[in-house]
């Protein structure tokens, strides 16, 4: 079955990107001069996805207006023949179809998810986290898709090596290599402790899940941090379904803090031709300047 849906949760306040935050919506913060979220959207679009929900809270209103028409942007920029500004801006207005849900308590990823079970109508669906951006050809959520669709549409959870010593700052999967980038997944350990962690192979925001991963999420109790973690119903999963992990290709960037936006930005500053010669002298510049010895 063709997966058309991702969720997309980003009800987070965003609050490591204070005082930014106060006032807009983290995930529309630029790289450069382009929002976070696009990027994630991009992959979904570029992976067949035709339906973004977006799991949202107060303030976040700038993020669906983002990926709808700005007829009134539109208008000045063709008044004024800035036609490739023009085709920039609807080009984005018309990249996916984009509905929202209101998320009005932070209950954890789980409940983040709960919230668009009516809009996902019974079928497979793809989540992306909004904090997350993979880089790679072909879209770190196809792969999961093609490892889904070859696997009887088994539920796919991605997955990356981390050194041990960060399991700390992870979910965690544990099962059997199938082969050597899937693994069959008997469950999941929330952040466990390098000495304590059953692989090193970390979630870090991409899913493929299956319709019944609502009637656990409608059931389990509170969890860690007291929220609904999507953690404990994958585990619940594990034992009455396909469950696998998948390896997946790609660059990730967590641009859910600061020092993997800066990251970001300076990757993607490097590899983009428009701007790679003066960034770099701009960076040689300022490591002059303050005396930084590499």
Known sequence: MKIKKAIIPIAGKGTRFLPATKEIAKEIIPIINVPMIHYVVQEAVEAGIEQIIFVTSSGKFSVEDYFDRNQELEAFLERNNKTKDLELVRQ?????????????EQLGLGHAVLMAKNMVEGEPFAVLLGDDIVVNPVPAIKQLMNVSLANECANVIGVMEVPKEDTAKYGIVKGDMID???????????????????TN???????????????ILEKIPRGAGNEYQLTDAINILC????????????????????????????????????????????????????????
């Open 201 to 215: 192979l970390a979630t870090p925001g991409r899913y493929i899940l299956t319709p019944d991963i609502f009637e």
């Open 92 to 104: 984005i207005g018309m990249m996916v179809n984009v509905t929202a849900v209101r998320q009005k």
């Open 239 to 294: 034992q009455r379904k396909n469950v696998l992990a998948y390896k997946f290709f790609g660059e990730r960037f967590d641009t859910g803090n600061i020092h993997g936006y800066l990251d970001a930005t300076i990757d993607f500053a490097l590899k983009d031709p428009l701007f790679r010669e003066k960034f770099i002298q701009s960076l040689q510049y300022r490591i002059k300047k303050y005396g930084i010895n590499l």
């Open 180 to 198: 050597d980038r899937t693994l069959r997944m008997n469950g999941m350990v929330e952040k466990p402790k390098p000495e304590e962690a059953p």
